[in-house]
């Protein structure tokens, strides 16, 4: 194999084939001939591309492998590291897009010459776009560095003539975060968006529009700066050198706004001391320890107090304040601890009396990671000399904007709506009206109490239960509705008396084939759904009018609620999402297979979200029906599932059907489409009951509900 060949591991081979990691194995010990490790680990081989490719195609396995996947396990296989090869990949992606004409003629030299060439032409690409070379975390490679990776760099770039520049990017940067989850804290889009439009960035009176200068201190990926739709300048600095070169890189492809990108921590070590941006918006890391609290005790930028050793959170507030202009806005993720903790009283009493605090909004669990817990928004302006202090915090909680909880759970729609229209009246006239358990002005006076807790929940308490008994009643008649259809669902006595007789079925020991078998068979074709599928779906976010419609998915939380879809596809992915159609059956890939829904007209046309499998069957030789029932059969899910140490994973290919005549499936799927309605009927009577019960016991509870 030549030297620095591209390896790919077990998991590639199953991505590049459209198979499970089990097929691959399967095929390791079945075939003489499969291709021999040349790396890795005795858990974790790595085999060489080339002959892996070669022997997919020999064995009818692989017709071509995509472009896409080609590059990424190129990439991923550099000897350089994948990071470091994906700043390199960004560097020629951006000189592919600024000067298309000059990758050609780079491109016809030969590899040895083009790497020669390659640094002076990426220097003079970035130079403009970055700086100070000796500062700027994104920098020219050398010759020497570059050669290995020419191939994969002209590979690159032909991707961004498939894909276009930033797409590429993206897909490849993608690629790099998902296959390392606990390395890299990220924040979701909607989350991005949604501080974006609350620090409102606006350059100082007199300036031109878009010259406004904005700076992420942990910019991490890069995603919070990336959710500015229009800056002059971004600053981001983060301690991984890699990680703020392609922060830099994916925010020079997303704009073209001058972006000034430093490797370094932020607290000891500040790349901008001397800046006063317009404003900062900042996912700093929570309950840090070893932030620089021994020698940073005298730093200028604690001028609100010296953060305790447990609040790493009040010192990135105090640093953001430090580095906005008077009148400049801040906007910090911060975890709901940070709002009560005695430790921090003493901070968050000063930011109170000074002005500098104005808003604290309680985010959904699931709205940003960690996902397990209903984080805060910090909103923060930097005091204008003179001016006397805001008199009143804003509160807004929208922690029970969510259906279920989890990441798929959170009505972003709800969420940028509320919390903008509690914060844009507040902030233009220091005062907003109250909108029980929502949002409220609340004085300052009034908080600062030996415990100075912060936290929306403790001063918002729930609305009363009436607006009151008239919506109760309502949900009593909704109630009344639905048992009474649910009697009428349910199946009748009838049914297990006669067995198998009525439904005109064959005996008990039937022929059964597979879902496998009938995919090979050309009775039905099974799709897996894509990454980056579980956000919110909104056509009312920020930046959307006027733009496209989104793309609905339905979400692995859907499926199981039973809810429409209500996920929304990301801008810019590169893969074309499975559409569901009309008579499609989705199950779940996590789970052990509880559940099998059947696509109606109200969802087709949505795509087919992660962990989620589809069956498409031939109407001429599957009922859609008959085939979603069997597949909820118990023994039937049980013998298709595997199990690992922390969930239940079912592969569809392993569950049985009987072979029975379409007819006869038929007289089956009516039967099961019935019990499905009665399902339905039963959740939504669950859901009608638990909303009685609760509002019941809130307005005995409040006296809006008489005794």
């Not at 990220?186 to 989350?191: G, M, Q, S």
């Not at 940003?368 to 202090?389: D, N, T």
């Not at 059956?585 to 499998?613: E, S, T, W």
Request: hydrophobic fraction near 45%; charge should be negative; glycine fraction near 10%.
């Amino acid at each position: 194999m030549p030297e620095n060949a591209a390896e790919v591991t077990a998991a590639g081979i199953a991505r590049l084939a459209g198979v499970g990691r089990a097929a691959v194995s399967n095929w390791r010990r079945r075939h003489s001939d499969f291709p021999q490790p040349v790396g890795g680990t005795e858990t974790s081989p790595s085999f060489a591309l080339t002959e892996v490719e070669r022997w997919l195609r020999d064995q009818g396995k692989l017709a071509e492998v995509p472009l896409r996947e080609r590059v990424w396990q190129e990439l991923s296989g550099d000897s350089a590291g994948t990071a470091t090869a994906l700043v390199r990949a960004g560097c020629v992606l951006l000189l592919v897009r600024d000067r298309p004409t000059r990758w050609r003629y780079l491109a016809a030299a030969p590899d040895d010459r083009l790497a020669e060439l390659l640094p002076t032409a990426l220097g003079e690409v970035l130079a403009p776009r970055f700086g100070d070379r000796m500062e700027s975390a994104v920098h020219s490679p050398s010759a020497r560095e570059l050669l290995p990776s020419v191939p994969m760099l002209r590979n690159v770039a032909e991707l961004a003539a498939e894909l276009g520049a930033l797409q590429a990017f993206e897909f490849l940067l993608g690629r790099h975060l998902d296959a390392n989850p606990r390395q890299y804290t990220l924040t979701p889009p909607e989350a991005a968006a949604l501080m974006a439009a609350l620090a409102d960035p606006v350059a100082p009176d007199g300036a031109p529009a878009g010259k406004a200068t904005v700076l992420d201190p942990a910019a991490g990926a890069g995603a919070l700066l990336c959710a500015v739709p229009h800056a002059g300048v971004l600053h981001a600095q983060d301690a991984a050198p890699e990680l703020a070169a392609l922060a830099g890189l994916r925010l020079a492809l997303h704009t073209d706004a001058e972006v000034r990108a430093r490797a370094g921590d932020t607290l000891r070590a500040d790349a901008f001391p001397r800046l006063a941006v317009d404003a900062v918006l900042c996912h700093p890391p929570f309950n840090e320890r070893n932030w620089g609290h021994d020698e940073l005790a005298y730093d200028p930028r604690w001028e609100y107090g010296f953060p305790a050793r447990t609040e790493s959170e009040l010192a990135w507030v105090q640093h953001a304040l430090a580095r906005l202009r008077p009148g400049g806005t801040a906007v910090l993720l911060m975890p709901p601890a940070a709002a009560s903790r005695r430790s921090g009283r003493r901070v968050r009493a000063d930011l109170l009396r000074r002005g500098a605090l104005r808003a604290v909004v309680a985010l959904p669990a699931g709205a940003a990671p960690p996902y397990g817990i209903p984080l805060h928004l910090w909103v923060l302006r930097k005091p204008v000399a003179g001016e006397r202090p805001s008199p009143e915090l804003l509160l807004v909680d929208t922690a029970e904007l969510s259906a279920g909880g989890g990441r798929d759970g959170v009505d972003w729609a709800t969420v940028h709506t509320t919390v903008l229209d509690a914060w844009q009246p507040f902030d233009r006239r220091g005062t907003a009206e109250e909108q029980p358990g929502v949002s409220r002005a609340l004085p300052v006076v009034e908080l600062l109490d030996d415990d100075v807790d912060l936290a929306p929940a403790r001063h918002l308490p729930p609305p009363a239960a009436a607006n009151g008994t008239a919506e109760l009643a309502l949900v009593r008649e909704r109630l009344a509705g639905t048992l009474t259809l649910t009697a009428e669902l349910a199946p009748s006595e009838a049914l297990f008396t006669t067995g198998n007789e009525a439904a005109g079925a064959a005996p008990a020991h039937r022929l059964t084939t597979t879902v496998g078998e009938l995919a090979r068979a050309g009775a039905l074709v099974l799709y897996t759904g894509g990454a980056g599928t579980t956000a919110e779906a909104t056509s009312a976010m920020p930046g959307a009018d006027g733009a496209p419609a989104p793309v609905p998915v339905l979400t692995e939380h859907d499926l199981l609620t039973g809810r429409a879809p209500s996920g929304l596809l990301p801008d810019g992915t590169p893969e074309e999402p499975v559409r569901i159609e009309e008579g499609d059956v989705v199950v779940p890939v996590l789970g052990g297979g509880a559940v099998a829904r059947v696509v109606d007209g109200a969802m087709a046309g949505a795509a087919l979200g992660r962990n989620l499998q589809l069956l498409r069957p031939d109407p001429a030789a599957l009922d859609p029906w008959f085939l979603a029932g069997f597949l909820r059969g118990t023994a039937n899910t049980r013998q298709a599932s595997s199990y690992a140490s922390t969930a239940t994973r079912l592969d569809a290919r392993r569950l049985q059907l009987p072979r029975l005549p379409l007819a006869d499936q038929r007289r089956y799927g009516e039967r099961f489409r019935a019990l499905a309605a009665f399902e339905e009927a039963l959740r939504l009577a669950g859901q009608l009951g638990e909303q009685l019960v609760q509002g019941m016991y809130d307005g005995l509870a409040d006296g809006s509900v008489g005794m």
